[in-house]
C-alpha cells in the first residue's frame, strides 16, 4: 500500500512552504493584492497540490510527470520572490528563510524525481 501524499516528507516541505508564503504575502501593499499578492499564493500553492495529485494517479511515471510541475511553480515563486524582495515587500530575515526553504525544497522534488526514474 503507497504512503498517501500528507505523509510524503516532500509533501509536508511544500506545506509549510505554502504556510509561509500566505503569512509573508499578508504584510504585502493592499494594492499588490490581485496582482503579485495573487500570483505567487497560486504558484507556492501549486507545488504540494501537484505533489498530492501525483501522488494519487496511477504510477510512478506519472507521479514524475508532477513533480517536474510542482519543480516548475517552485521556481515561478522563487521568481517573485525576488520580485518582492526587488520592491521592498520582504524583510531580509524573511527572504533568506524563504530561499532555503525553496533550496531544500527544490533538492527534495529533484532527488524523488531521479529515485522515481530509476523505476521505470
Known amino acids: 500500500m503507497k504512503t498517501s501524499f ?3 516528507e516532500v509533501w509536508k516541505e511544500a506545506f509549510e512552504f505554502t504556510i509561509e508564503i500566505y503569512r509573508i504575502t499578508g504584510k504585502f501593499p493592499k ?4 496582482a503579485l499578492t495573487s500570483q505567487l499564493k497560486r504558484s507556492a500553492s501549486s507545488v504540494p497540490a501537484n505533489i498530492a495529485e501525483g501522488r494519487g494517479r496511477g504510477g510512478n511515471k506519472e507521479f514524475c510527470r508532477f513533480l ?4 516548475g511553480s517552485l521556481e515561478e515563486s522563487k521568481s517573485h520572490l525576488l520580485l ?7 524583510d531580509e ?4 528563510g524563504l ?4 533550496e531544500r525544497l527544490g533538492a527534495m522534488l529533484n532527488n524523488l524525481i531521479v529515485r522515481l526514474q530509476k523505476s521505470f
Open 99 to 102: 530561499e532555503e526553504k525553496t
Open 68 to 71: 517536474y510541475i510542482a519543480r
Open 93 to 96: 530575515s524573511d527572504i533568506i
Open 84 to 90: 518582492a524582495k526587488g520592491l521592498g515587500y520582504i
Open 6 to 8: 500528507s505523509g510524503l
Open 31 to 34: 494594492e499588490e493584492k490581485y
